[in-house]
Protein backbone atom coordinates (compact mmCIF):
# COMPACT_ATOMS: atom_id res chain seq x y z
CA UNK A 1 0.00 0.00 0.00
CA UNK A 2 1.20 2.85 -0.91
CA UNK A 3 2.15 6.46 1.57
CA UNK A 4 0.56 9.75 1.71
CA UNK A 5 3.39 11.71 2.57
CA UNK A 6 6.53 12.52 0.24
CA UNK A 7 8.97 15.08 0.04
CA UNK A 8 9.19 15.58 -3.44
CA UNK A 9 6.82 16.09 -6.02
CA UNK A 10 7.58 12.95 -8.64
CA UNK A 11 7.54 10.80 -5.87
CA UNK A 12 4.09 12.14 -4.84
CA UNK A 13 3.02 11.44 -8.57
CA UNK A 14 4.79 7.87 -8.95
CA UNK A 15 3.37 6.96 -5.55
CA UNK A 16 -0.14 8.35 -6.39
CA UNK A 17 -0.74 5.97 -9.38
CA UNK A 18 -0.40 3.03 -6.91
CA UNK A 19 -3.01 4.77 -4.32
CA UNK A 20 -5.02 4.93 -7.47
CA UNK A 21 -4.77 1.39 -7.93
CA UNK A 22 -5.83 0.56 -4.60
CA UNK A 23 -8.42 2.81 -3.53
CA UNK A 24 -10.21 2.75 -7.39
CA UNK A 25 -10.63 7.21 -7.30
CA UNK A 26 -9.07 10.34 -8.31
CA UNK A 27 -6.11 11.18 -6.18
CA UNK A 28 -5.23 14.77 -5.56
CA UNK A 29 -1.39 15.79 -4.65
CA UNK A 30 -1.67 18.67 -2.29
CA UNK A 31 1.15 20.57 -1.08
CA UNK A 32 2.69 21.62 2.18
CA UNK A 33 5.12 24.26 3.02
CA UNK A 34 7.18 24.34 6.52
CA UNK A 35 10.20 26.18 7.43
CA UNK A 36 11.90 22.70 7.32
CA UNK A 37 10.86 22.29 3.78
CA UNK A 38 8.20 20.93 1.46
CA UNK A 39 5.70 17.90 1.63
CA UNK A 40 3.56 16.73 -0.91
CA UNK A 41 0.40 14.54 0.46
CA UNK A 42 -1.76 12.33 -1.51
CA UNK A 43 -5.84 13.08 -1.29
CA UNK A 44 -8.83 11.81 -2.27
CA UNK A 45 -11.81 14.04 -3.51
CA UNK A 46 -13.46 13.45 -0.06
CA UNK A 47 -10.08 15.01 1.69
CA UNK A 48 -9.57 17.73 -0.47
CA UNK A 49 -10.26 21.45 0.77
CA UNK A 50 -8.56 23.67 -1.08
CA UNK A 51 -5.76 23.66 -3.44
CA UNK A 52 -4.08 21.04 -5.03
CA UNK A 53 -1.16 20.67 -7.57
CA UNK A 54 -2.04 18.05 -10.07
CA UNK A 55 -4.89 15.78 -9.93
CA UNK A 56 -4.87 12.19 -10.97
CA UNK A 57 -8.12 11.07 -12.75
CA UNK A 58 -9.19 7.95 -12.72
CA UNK A 59 -9.56 6.54 -16.71
CA UNK A 60 -13.24 5.91 -17.85
CA UNK A 61 -12.39 2.68 -19.06
CA UNK A 62 -10.65 1.32 -15.77
CA UNK A 63 -11.88 -2.12 -14.47
CA UNK A 64 -12.80 -1.67 -11.14
CA UNK A 65 -12.82 -4.84 -8.31
CA UNK A 66 -15.75 -3.32 -6.40
CA UNK A 67 -19.08 -2.53 -7.59
CA UNK A 68 -19.52 -0.31 -4.79
CA UNK A 69 -16.17 1.53 -6.69
CA UNK A 70 -17.86 1.35 -9.94
CA UNK A 71 -20.93 3.21 -8.64
CA UNK A 72 -19.42 5.86 -7.27
CA UNK A 73 -17.49 6.81 -10.07
CA UNK A 74 -20.13 6.27 -12.29
CA UNK A 75 -21.78 8.87 -10.35
CA UNK A 76 -19.09 10.99 -10.67
CA UNK A 77 -19.04 10.87 -14.43
CA UNK A 78 -22.65 11.27 -14.50
CA UNK A 79 -21.99 14.66 -13.15
CA UNK A 80 -18.88 15.67 -15.11
CA UNK A 81 -20.82 14.84 -18.52
CA UNK A 82 -24.38 15.23 -18.17
CA UNK A 83 -25.54 11.80 -18.95
CA UNK A 84 -26.25 8.90 -17.92
CA UNK A 85 -23.01 6.79 -17.18
CA UNK A 86 -24.22 2.92 -16.39
CA UNK A 87 -21.91 -0.08 -14.28
CA UNK A 88 -21.86 -3.59 -16.33
CA UNK A 89 -19.73 -6.64 -15.29
CA UNK A 90 -17.55 -8.65 -17.17
CA UNK A 91 -18.40 -12.64 -16.66
CA UNK A 92 -16.09 -15.09 -16.67
CA UNK A 93 -17.24 -19.25 -17.14
CA UNK A 94 -14.73 -21.19 -14.52
CA UNK A 95 -15.05 -24.45 -13.85
CA UNK A 96 -18.74 -24.09 -15.41
CA UNK A 97 -19.74 -21.36 -12.94
CA UNK A 98 -20.18 -17.89 -13.82
CA UNK A 99 -16.94 -15.78 -11.67
CA UNK A 100 -16.82 -11.91 -11.83
CA UNK A 101 -14.01 -10.45 -13.40
CA UNK A 102 -14.68 -6.93 -13.05
CA UNK A 103 -16.55 -3.65 -13.01
CA UNK A 104 -17.03 -1.31 -16.11
CA UNK A 105 -18.59 1.67 -16.98
CA UNK A 106 -20.66 2.08 -20.05
CA UNK A 107 -22.93 4.50 -21.46
CA UNK A 108 -24.83 2.11 -23.33
CA UNK A 109 -27.84 1.18 -21.09
CA UNK A 110 -28.36 -2.04 -19.82
CA UNK A 111 -30.49 -4.35 -21.99
CA UNK A 112 -33.90 -5.24 -19.69
CA UNK A 113 -35.31 -8.44 -19.24
Known amino acids: M ?3 VYSTYEMAKKMAEERQG ?3 QDIFICPSRYKSGNEFLLKTRGQVFGDYLYMLA ?3 RHHY ?3 ANATREA ?3 RSKKG ?3 YVKKK ?3 KNGYEVIAYYYLTYKE ?3 T
Do not use: Q, T, Y
Open 110 to 112: PCS
Open 75 to 77: DMF
Open 91 to 93: INI
Open 22 to 24: ELE
Open 83 to 85: RPV
Open 65 to 67: KLK
Open 2 to 4: AGN
Open 58 to 60: IPF
